[in-house]
């Protein structure tokens, strides 16, 4: 049995001008509910931009879990330009990763993780494939990790004697709530690096691909049908 309060990833960005940045994110986060607003930016509090899906109530949260948790990320990239060339490296208690490749790739892999991560309660429903973390994934591999992690919490609930959802329609709908969150979430970008431009790109490139999946995700599913469907009974004996 996996232990979530061992794991964590670890990214190191190393600019070809010789600046370093490091972040050690654990999986499990706890803190309370309402913190000190003298101690985080002002963009941080859950009524700046709150998203219009976002479940939370003023009374009981005064921060944004997302925000809260991206802000230090946020802040060290503000001097760092999305098409800035960088090492990336990313440690797990499992493995490691290098990649050559621009500053972007790399920040939305980590703000991916940190976002699924989170107590938001929508990203939330991400947090076991975020366990799985895969970074610098492609389309097809994030095709593969949402379905097959929505098909296994669907396995999981006729288990329960609940119903299978074989159809994606949760799916579907949990990604159109995440267009409206990172449509939202964005403003709040806006605000914390409003004079650089990766934060902005990263939230963008997450924006796409959430439309992308919520509105063609039977496109990209059909292209990988070949990798699973048994093609052997489809020839003919002689």
Not at 3 to 21: A, N, P, R, W
Not at 74 to 81: A, K, N, R, S, W
């Amino acid at each position: 049995m996996f232990d979530s309060q061992q794991m964590f990833i670890e990214y190191t960005f190393t600019m070809d001008d010789g600046k370093v940045l490091h972040y050690k994110i654990h999986f499990e986060r706890p803190r309370p509910n309402v913190l000190n607003k003298a101690d985080y930016p002002r963009w941080t509090e859950l009524d700046f931009h709150q998203c219009s899906n976002c479940p939370l109530d003023m009374k009981e949260y005064s921060h944004c879990p997302a925000a809260i948790d991206a802000k230090e990320i946020i802040l060290g990239f503000c001097e760092i330009l999305s098409c800035s060339a960088a090492d990336v490296r990313v440690r797990t208690p499992e493995r490691e990763y290098i990649k050559r490749s621009d500053a972007q790739t790399g920040l939305r892999a980590l703000i991916g993780f940190v976002m699924a991560t989170s107590a938001c309660p929508l990203l939330s429903k991400m947090r076991g494939m975020a366990h799985y973390h895969l970074p610098f994934a492609s389309l097809d591999e994030i095709v593969f990790r949402v379905t097959s992690s929505y098909l296994l919490k669907q396995y999981y609930n006729h288990q329960d004697g609940g119903v299978a959802d074989l159809e994606l329609n949760g799916l579907k709908m949990f990604y159109e709530e995440m267009q409206t969150l990172n449509y939202d979430f964005l403003q709040r970008i806006r605000a914390a690096a409003s004079e650089a431009d990766s934060n902005l790109d990263v939230l963008s490139t997450l924006f796409s691909i959430s439309a992308l999946l919520s509105l063609r995700l039977e496109p990209h599913l059909e292209k990988l049908k070949p990798l699973f469907v048994d093609k052997t009974n489809d020839v003919k004996k002689i």
